[in-house]
């Protein structure tokens, strides 16, 4: 598994839909050594801290492998890496294979994944076209949110080490499926509670999901 780019920005002012917003999204490759800090990487800024960063969204990963299938569904486009706002394009990790919780070490820092990427108007505001909110969820392929839990120096093209993978076994995909389109598997949502690295937000979310299917 390897750290294939490295993508940050600070956030401009853009026009969209007539009004005037701060983005965050607009993420460039950068090449060299990058202090990975509890809420962010040197060099990039959230915009709308409400919705947007934070400790459990520190860093917002991709893996490079959608690259291809997204060209040939937006042939027209050209889709760089941080096209779809991540600060790391990985390689080998994707949301099949990636649990909630697991841990990994970049160069000197050490991240844990707590999230699936749930995008906002701004991504429809890069992309210049409403629908890719609606063809992003229905793709599956969200990305994943990073906490710090060590910081450190990273560098395009270091290994991603797995250290830890979480025993509960609930991936990416599974959140996706579970917050997406409603919980139906009462098991797999106890696992998932069981999820120390899960945030609030889901965790409650799936508490009123598990009542239901109780009852």
Not at 83 to 90: A, D, L, S
Not at 130 to 142: Q, V
Request: proline content about 5%.
């Amino acid at each position: 598994m390897k750290l294939l780019s490295i993508n940050v920005a600070r956030p401009p002012i853009i026009i969209a839909n007539g009004q005037r917003i701060s983005t965050g999204i607009f993420k460039e490759p950068v090449e060299g050594l990058v202090m990975l800090r509890r809420l962010n990487l040197d060099g990039d800024r959230q915009a709308d801290l409400r919705v947007h960063g934070g400790p459990a969204k520190a860093v917002y990963a991709y893996p490079s492998e959608h690259y291809p299938m997204w060209q040939k569904e937006l042939p027209d486009m050209d889709l760089q890496y941080g096209m779809f706002g991540e600060n790391f394009t990985t390689e080998g990790l994707n949301e099949d294979n990636t649990n909630i919780g697991d841990r990994f070490r970049i160069g000197g820092a050490v991240v844990m994944v707590t999230q699936p990427r749930e995008p906002c108007f701004k991504l429809a505001a890069k992309f210049g076209r409403a629908d890719i909110i609606k063809k992003f969820l229905e793709s599956g392929r969200s990305g994943f949110y990073l906490a710090v839990l060590e910081e450190g120096l990273v560098e395009a093209g270091q290994t991603i080490e797995r250290i830890y993978r979480d025993e509960n076994g609930v991936t990416v995909a599974d959140m996706n499926q579970l917050y997406l389109h409603g919980a139906s598997d009462a098991a797999l949502v106890r696992r998932a509670l069981r999820v120390e690295a899960l945030p609030s937000g889901y965790r409650d979310y799936l508490l009123q999901e598990l009542q239901s299917l109780e009852q």
